[in-house]
């Protein structure tokens, strides 16, 4: 069974005739006669009396309704689709880790509802690896994480990277490591530290950095937003390794300090193998941040142009109009 089936039985039973109901759907009447015939095979049964008027059979009776309800599901459906195709979805979803959302998507969203002002933004901070599983499901249009090749590997996943970043020290401002300009690895370690959940990319990137030097990492509280780890960390003597977009604004903040960390020795980084999409003994180490969606989502305008205007963005500037905001706060 058809649809064009099902619309020329539509159409006879409307007209009443065979060759009005052939003008109707823009056919032959043949056509018309084949596509019902076809239909009467299928279903077993005659639909229509043949007499100079096409009046309905008990069958056909009881098929009307549900003809009708077939058609009109079908004709909704095609338009919707029609509508996604031309960029009128109703929606767009993303996900993202917090750092993103706190510095990097705000211009982004901006200049897309200027674009897209009927499409209704949707934006949830999520951990890499709940980001990238949400995608999975069908649950969001967009991520932007840290990369995690064994949820990304499938044909349909679209991966870009956007940029790099470097891994600094947040502590106390009266913390011992703040005699340091760059952290050395020999004195970070000695220390407790504040770390992201399971299921957060910066919690994997800090385990695999702490096993490939053969250190113990003494994770004594786990945290999933940037408030709590300042909150903790301004308390004394716990440290947190975190991406340099996440401390922008400490700087402002007496309470805490941020420092670099120091560089391995080449020997040591050159010595050791790719970890990922990360050298996970980088002599500078830092941390991969990627947009990731699907092959068919990139056919859909609005989600075209959105990836278009996170390709477009410049990471440094945007962390440079950050830093500019507690000056133009105070102006």
């Not at 099902?6 to 006669?33: D, H, P, R």
Request: include cysteine; hydrophobic fraction near 45%; charged fraction near 20%.
């Amino acid at each position: 069974m058809r649809i064009e089936q099902l619309q020329a039985f539509l159409a006879v039973t409307q007209t009443g005739n065979f060759g009005q109901a052939a003008q109707k759907c823009g056919v032959t009447q043949s056509t018309i006669s084949r596509q019902i015939q076809s239909l009467e095979s299928h279903l077993g049964m005659p639909l229509f009396h043949r007499t100079a008027h096409a009046k309905l059979t008990l069958a056909g009776e009881q098929l009307l309704p549900r003809a009708r309800k077939i058609c009109q599901e079908w004709q909704t459906a095609t338009q919707e689709l029609a509508d996604l195709i031309a960029g009128k979805q109703p929606e767009l979803c993303v996900a993202a880790i917090q750092s993103v959302c706190a510095h990097y998507l705000p211009p982004i969203l901006k200049q897309f509802c200027r674009a897209y002002p009927q499409v209704q933004l949707r934006v949830t901070a999520l951990g890499s690896d709940r980001s990238l599983k949400v995608l999975r499901d069908g649950l969001v249009d967009v991520a932007i994480v840290m990369n995690n090749r064994f949820l990304t590997t499938s044909s349909e996943m679209v991966v870009e990277v956007l940029y790099e970043e470097p891994i600094e020290v947040l502590m106390a401002s009266d913390h011992p490591l703040v005699n340091y300009k760059a952290v050395p690895w020999s004195e970070l370690i000695k220390y407790p530290q504040a770390v992201f959940k399971s299921g957060y990319g910066m919690q994997r990137l800090v385990q695999q950095q702490f096993s490939r030097l053969g250190a113990n990492l003494r994770a004594v509280m786990e945290l999933n937003t940037l408030e709590a780890f300042q909150g903790v960390v301004r308390q004394g003597e716990l440290i947190a390794l975190l991406p340099k977009s996440a401390v922008i604004n400490v700087q402002q903040d007496s309470t805490l300090a941020v420092r670099t960390l120091e560089k391995l020795p080449e020997s040591l980084a050159s010595s050791n193998k790719l970890v990922g999409n990360v050298s996970a003994l980088d002599s500078n180490w830092t941390r991969q941040v990627v947009l990731v969606t699907t092959r068919d989502r990139l056919d859909i305008p609005p989600i075209q142009h959105f990836c278009k205007l996170v390709r477009q963005l410049d990471m440094p500037t945007v962390q440079a109009w950050n830093l500019q905001l507690p000056a133009l706060a105070q102006a």
